[in-house]
């Protein structure tokens, strides 16, 4: 089992569209946990970061968090052809010593 | 804002080189890491190191070596450079556990 798992893709969703993006982990002692957009070509930058059970808004982008199920995702509400990307879920370790990332969901965005 | 600064973009080496990879941060962060991203396998961590001539392997850490002399600079060392070592290398900081990670912007590291 990965560490963290993350549906590859691709997602595409028409312009408006509400995207949903999955994540699941293994560590069960995790209590920081991050959303990274990633264009092509260009380094991870960080979207959100959740730390608590449920529901985070930040703008067009909710984060949700389920620590009983290890289950973290990234909603992103009204989508832009801007937003098309892959979008990695990261996860730090018990005791927080590193941070294991998926692999990436790319995301569609068609206006 | 925090800058981390990798040396290189494009980087193209000789199976059998030895290959440095230099990243310099000025946030004055304790923490720095290095990472490497192929398509499909995400990013994979090599080394870390929490403070000036600390270091610790990460999951992949073998055929590198890194160098942290100053708190502001940390060094990748490609001993003896590999072709399944063509990769993008990703250097990152954070100022403490729990925090985000910033991310240079990276090199592309090509073997031949």
């Known amino acids: 089992q990965k560490e963290v798992e993350q549906n590859s893709g691709p997602l595409s969703v028409p312009e408006g569209a509400i995207a949903s993006l999955n994540c699941t982990y293994s560590d069960r002692g995790s209590q920081s946990f991050f959303w990274y957009r990633q264009y092509s070509g260009k380094s991870p930058e960080l979207i959100m970061s959740?730390?608590?059970?449920g529901d985070k808004e930040d703008g067009r982008f909710t984060a949700q968090l389920n620590k009983a199920s290890q289950y973290v995702s990234l909603l992103i509400r009204d989508s832009q052809p801007s937003d098309s990307a892959t979008y990695l879920c990261a996860v730090e370790n018990t005791g927080g010593f590193k941070t294991i990332f998926g692999a990436g969901t790319r995301l569609f965005v068609k206006a | 804002d925090v800058k981390v600064t990798q040396s290189s973009r494009y980087l193209v080496k000789r199976t059998g080189e030895k290959v440095f990879l230099e990243c310099v941060q000025d946030m004055d962060h304790e923490n720095m890491f290095w990472y490497r991203q192929d398509p499909g396998l995400g990013l994979r961590l090599i080394y870390f190191?929490?403070?000036?001539?600390?270091?610790e392997k990460g999951d992949i850490p073998e055929g590198y070596s890194v160098s942290r002399e100053k708190k502001e600079r940390f060094s990748l060392i490609l001993e003896s450079a590999s072709t399944n070592q063509t990769s993008m290398y990703l250097c990152?900081?954070?100022?403490?556990?729990?925090?985000?990670?910033?991310f240079g912007n990276g090199t592309r590291l090509t073997v031949t």
């Open positions: 959740i730390y608590s059970n």
């Open positions: 190191s929490y403070d000036v001539k600390m270091k």
């Open positions: 990152a900081t954070r100022p403490n556990t729990g925090s985000p990670l910033h």
